[in-house]
């Protein structure tokens, strides 16, 4: 079965101190692999799309990368702006329609 | 240019009503996806147009839920009658045509059935 597992469950960072979020996925044939932010009251936010094994995208102060089993989304020297939920999620190559995404991260900077 | 838009933001009704939530996506997408969020659960898929024809329903729960999207544009997703257990977030997302395309989201519907 497709299921999509993220880690920590919770984080909380201190201004400036840099860390990663895993996302660890098992689908049948990866077509995309997607992060999305989302803060409270509002619907996801695309971040990236990963394709393959070994891509790396990057915007500011975050940094994603894929394995064949996980990726990780890194995060330099965080600000307070950006603590929000951090949702990964998998598109199979089986299904053009279903993206399944993971709990999410919960993620809080500290000034 | 105007995002995906759903409405109302909340809905309360009692069990055994019925409630329409609304989704106007992204002019032009022809994909339109409808998502919901349980109460401490991942968001999971619920169906997938394209254009006017459901290309997708495998994630509706039961026959107490109805998609449509009438013309292609907006959609609009019933329950009917609403449990207790139908309570979440709803979220509407579009894409345009092509596989691998991210999906702009909505804001979502809280539904509390109570």
């Known amino acids: 079965e497709d299921q999509v597992t993220q880690s920590p469950e919770a984080l909380r960072l201190q201004e400036g101190e840099s860390s990663s979020l895993n996302c660890s996925y098992t689908v049948s044939g990866l077509r995309g692999l997607f992060w999305y932010r989302q803060d409270p009251g509002k619907g996801p936010e695309f971040l990236f799309t990963?394709?393959?094994a070994g891509e790396e995208k990057e915007k500011e102060r975050l940094k994603a990368t894929l394995t064949k089993k996980e990726s990780f989304l890194h995060i330099t020297a965080p600000k307070p702006e950006d603590s929000a939920t951090y949702l990964c999620?998998?598109?199979?190559?089986?299904?053009?329609?279903?993206?399944?995404f993971g709990p999410g991260t919960s993620l809080s900077v500290i000034p | 240019e105007a995002g995906v838009t759903q409405f109302p933001s909340h809905s309360v009704i009692e069990k055994g009503q019925t409630v329409t939530l609304r989704c106007d996506p992204i002019?032009?997408?022809?994909?339109l996806y409808w998502y919901r969020r349980v109460m401490g659960k991942e968001i999971k898929f619920l169906l997938h147009?394209?254009?006017?024809?459901?290309?997708?329903e495998s994630g509706m729960p039961n026959n107490r839920f109805l998609a449509e999207r009438t013309g292609g544009t907006y959609s609009t997703l019933k329950v009917q009658p609403a449990e207790l257990e139908d309570s979440g977030v709803y979220f509407c997302a579009s894409s345009p045509v092509g596989a691998n395309t991210e999906a702009f989201f909505g804001q979502g519907t809280r539904l509390t059935v109570v």
């Open positions: 999620a998998v598109q199979a190559a089986t299904s053009y329609d279903k993206v399944i």
């Open positions: 002019s032009g997408h022809d994909n």
């Open positions: 147009f394209v254009k006017e024809s459901k290309q997708d």
């Open positions: 990963l394709y393959s």
